[in-house]
């Protein structure tokens, strides 16, 4: 059974900073695209992040500048630093591992921005 486990949401003030991690077997990270994704209520999830296991990393553009994904190899961990968090931030969190069409999916991390 693939499992993805998230850590590091939380409430956060405006203008601070967070960062998500997703740990998960070598046999996925090794082999899958690794990004993360969030869901506001009454709204649809969308995509924040993507790292492919080589090549470029893909934003959605209202995080451009603010957040950056990474990858730990040695860790099997992908990380997610968020700055300058704004409310329209606060949505669920969740860790998706991709490759050919198959989809995994963390349990989801809360993020919330707020004073």
């Known amino acids: 059974q693939v499992q993805l486990v998230e850590s590091g949401g939380g409430l956060v003030q405006p203008e601070g900073s967070l960062t998500l991690s997703c740990t998960t077997s070598e046999a996925i990270f090794s082999r899958y695209t690794m990004g993360w994704y969030r869901q506001a209520p009454g709204k649809q999830r969308d995509m924040v992040a993507t790292?492919?296991?080589?090549?470029?990393?893909n934003y959605a553009d209202s995080v451009k500048g603010r957040f950056t994904i990474f990858r730990d190899n040695a860790k099997n961990t992908v990380y997610l630093q968020m700055n300058s968090l704004k409310p329209e931030d606060t949505a669920v969190y969740y860790c998706n591992a991709r490759r050919s069409g198959t989809d995994y999916w963390g349990q989801g991390t809360q993020v919330t921005v707020s004073s």
């Open positions: 790292i492919p296991i080589y090549g470029v990393t």
